[in-house]
């Protein structure tokens, strides 16, 4: 009996489709090669392997039904254990050298163990995953539910379905792949890390034949983990986008369903992807039965980024009293990765310093480079320009500490970084999840402080607030169109259109509401800009004398922290409360203060803390991001 190689292709023939032959299987010629070994096929052609020369232009052939055949060879080029493909008339149709059916079958044994990791329990440990508490306790009870005695008597008594798939979803850098790592190495579970880019092969149909290779292999396992990294690649929505879907990725994408279906009571394989688009997978690898578990993966809390920062500062040479509480607070957003390029990166500004232990100014200059990039030095800035840097991003900063729902001001520099010429960091003092009407006017307001400031002391302004006119729109087309916070437009969500995500978001919406709706939204939108262009107008105006003054330390000192802000602003006037907004005037709110739970009271007594603050992340001001432009000059930067 001949065992056919896996992944045998016939060189040279396009038409030829790369399958997975098997002993016994008859090779059918239609208007392509398909294998088939149901009898009702009609046999147009078979395979199978020579074995010597019975005569001057004869060769004898071995099929896997263990029959013998003369064929005719003729011209054809052979050698004795190569294979033949030859037809009813048994004429030889093509011959596939032994060496090349050798180094497939040789690859194709090999495809499934290099997928396969080996991972030390001793560097892949829980303590090390510090990012969400609750994600770790769940994929510690995951782990002990499947590999331990206690965990496999509970299921069954309890007639637990198993635990088919488990999809990380977050953003780049939050620890998805790492946490796999972990449950394979403390389980001592075989880890197999699959990448989309991996399972590609030039040969059509060798990504399905891998993925059940992988999947064959391991079952064999006691306990087996399969890892996909950016399972969007290859789990995107069939037959989307322009002209129809790819079929070489929804071949694998249907392997993949046809494996995890394939599973029985009593699998010792989980199937952990990980991905940063969970919006764009197919419905059916959803569903419950293949990922049961869809886990958000956020960016670490206050709390997390500490850990975070103590885990990678151990191996590093810090100076005593180093606050790296402080350090996780000017970071809100950052993810595990972010951080520890931040603690790596004053690592290496110390070392080509020639230091020996990392301090605070290293750390910050190295936050500050992972934010907007290194420090641009050789920049020669006309004085012109300088001044107009000072006063734009003192009028930023001016207008958000004069704001009464606005986060305190961490950090002012007009010393060019990235793209940008200088910077205003508005940084909460804790983590906040939702952001109110009040704090987003309040972001309004200070994003179009640095234009106010031009036009109040230059009565010119410049190019540099691109920028922020683009954020300031956004976040008021976003008040009234998504987050009903308009009156005129009401509690509506509009362009909720079926984004086509193949195509880009908003390449493939629609609008869905009318001409004159969308005169209305105009309106209102230019309306809450005017309100918050005035309000910065008011503040300027009203603090002239203050603005001058961080302008003046400004171009002396070029940055200054969050301590010698507060003490320009001592004599800051701030802005009166704005009057109450009412969605209708008919139905005003009440006087009566919300209710307070026990644990709260416990924990502040006088809601003192109770206040709420904008935002969840830092606010940066003129970022490299969306394209600097040059004050007075022409843009700098995609996007300008």
Known sequence: MVRLPNGLLLAGDQEIKTLSPK?????????????????????????????????PDEILIKTPDGYSHKLVHRNARWSLGDYALFNESSSILRVIPQEAARKSTIEDEASASKFRIDLDPERFQWDYFV?????????????????????????????????????????????????????????????????????????VGQSEERLEAIYEDAAKQEMSIIFVDEIDAVGRQRGAGIGGGNDEREQTLNQLLVEMDGFDANTNVILIAATNRPDVLDPALLRPGRFDRQVPVEAPDLAGRKKILEVHARNK????GIDLEAVAKKTPGYTGADLANVLNEAALLTARSNAHLIDDR???????????????????????????????????????????????VTKITILPRGRALGYTMVVPTEDRYSVTRQELLDQLAYALGGRVAEEIVFNDPSTGASNDIQKATETARKMVTQYGMS???????????????FLGRE?????????????????????????AHAEAYQILTENRHVLDRLAKELLDRETLNQAEVAEIFHDLVKLPERKQWLFD??????????????????????????????????????????????PGGEPQGPGA
């Open 23 to 55: 002993v016994g299987d008859i090779l059918v010629y239609s208007s392509g090669w398909e294998i088939a070994s149901d009898e009702s096929w009609e046999v147009k052609a078979q395979i199978g392997v020579i074995e010597q020369k019975s005569g």
């Open 131 to 203: 990012g969400s508490h609750e994600i770790l306790t769940d994929a510690k009870q995951i782990v002990e539910l499947y590999t331990t005695l206690e965990g496999r008597e509970l299921i069954s008594q309890m007639k637990v379905d198993p635990v088919h798939g488990i999809l990380f979803a977050g953003p780049p850098g939050t620890g998805k792949t790492f946490l796999a790592q972990i449950m394979a190495a403390q389980s001592g579970s075989a880890f197999y890390l699959v990448t989309t880019a991996s399972l590609g092969g030039q040969l």
């Open 317 to 320: 040479p810090l100076v005593d």
């Open 362 to 408: 290293a750390i910050d200059e190295a936050i500050d480079r992972v934010m907007a990039g290194p420090q641009k030095r050789t920049r020669l800035m006309r004085e012109h320009e300088r001044q107009v840097t000072a006063y734009h991003e003192g009028g930023h900063a001016l207008v958000a500490a004069a704001l009464r729902h606005s986060a305190p």
């Open 487 to 501: 009156s005129e437009v009401g509690i509506v969500q509009l362009g909720t259109g079926n984004g086509e995500p």
């Open 507 to 531: 390449a493939g919406q629609t609008r869905d509401y009318s001409e004159g709706m969308a005169e209305v939204v105009d309106k209102e939108v230019r309306q809450l800009l005017d309100n």
């Open 585 to 630: 005037e008919a139905r005003p709110g009440q006087d009566l203060p919300p209710v307070r739970g026990e644990r709260d009271i416990k924990r502040d007594p006088q809601g003192e803390g109770t206040e709420p603050k904008p935002g969840d992340g830092v606010t940066v001001v003129d970022p490299p991001a969306g394209g600097t432009e040059l």
